[in-house]
């Protein structure tokens, strides 16, 4: 299973737009990259997948080069309510045994 | 559907008593998984049933941990000797056939408190 390496915490203000990077070096040729978002008592929230090059949708991006060794997750404009933790996560074809690390402690301030 | 529902959300209990949990996951998900939460981790992977056949456990379920999807459909999460170490968040997650790798919904959890 592809261990993922993350930021422990960022901060950032209201209306900034914040990436995170997550390393990936041992993923694998058939895995996908998801990102989840956790908040304080609640179950992760799928945010994005992908699986090469460029995803976007209403919520983030997802940036993934060629080599697919890291991934960076955009989010534009925070505003408070994204503080949470976020998780990085590489997939295992069929076996979705996902494996989440730590995560990364985004704090918005105001 | 209302997405994955997790009972209780919240459990307290001695030491060395047995509890059960529930989920009821996505209705067309046959992909059905469990894992626990400490505070300031990620979640734990415990367990994942396709259908109600269980395919793969973790290490961290030990001999007193048993789950079940007997129909599946709802699936129960029982610990039996509770430690205080089982003190955690327990989610249950599912997927159906047509998710890519890693796409799981989440319920809210069981917050279990052993005393």
């Known amino acids: 299973l592809a261990k993922t390496t993350q930021p422990i915490s960022m901060d950032s203000y209201e209306g900034q737009e914040v990436n995170i990077t997550c390393s990936h070096n041992?993923?694998?040729?058939?895995?996908?990259i998801t990102w989840y978002q956790q908040f304080p008592s609640q179950g992760p929230r799928f945010i994005i997948q992908?699986?090469?090059t460029k995803v976007t949708n209403e919520v983030a991006s997802l940036f993934i080069p060629a080599d697919r060794k890291s991934s960076t997750l955009s989010l534009p404009r925070v505003s408070l309510s994204d503080t949470a933790v976020y998780y990085c996560l590489v997939g295992v074809t069929g076996g979705f045994k996902t494996i989440f690390g730590a995560g990364t402690r985004l704090f918005v301030k105001a | 559907d209302t997405g994955v529902s997790q009972n209780p959300r919240h459990k307290i209990t001695k030491r060395g008593q047995n509890v059960t949990f529930r989920c009821d996951p996505i209705s067309e998900h046959n992909r059905l998984y469990w894992y626990r939460q400490t505070l300031g981790q990620g979640p734990e992977f415990l367990t994942y049933f396709q259908n109600e056949a269980q395919l793969e456990k973790s290490r961290l379920l030990s001999d007193r941990f048993s789950a079940e999807r007997p129909k599946g459909s709802f699936s129960t999460l029982e610990i039996q000797r509770t430690e205080q170490g089982d003190s955690a968040m327990y989610l249950c997650?599912?997927?159906?056939?047509?998710?890519?790798?890693?796409?799981?919904?989440f319920g809210q959890g069981t917050r279990l408190t052993v005393v």
């Open positions: 041992n993923i694998a040729t058939n895995d996908y």
């Open positions: 997650a599912s997927s159906g056939l047509g998710s890519k790798n890693t796409e799981a919904f």
């Open positions: 992908g699986y090469k």
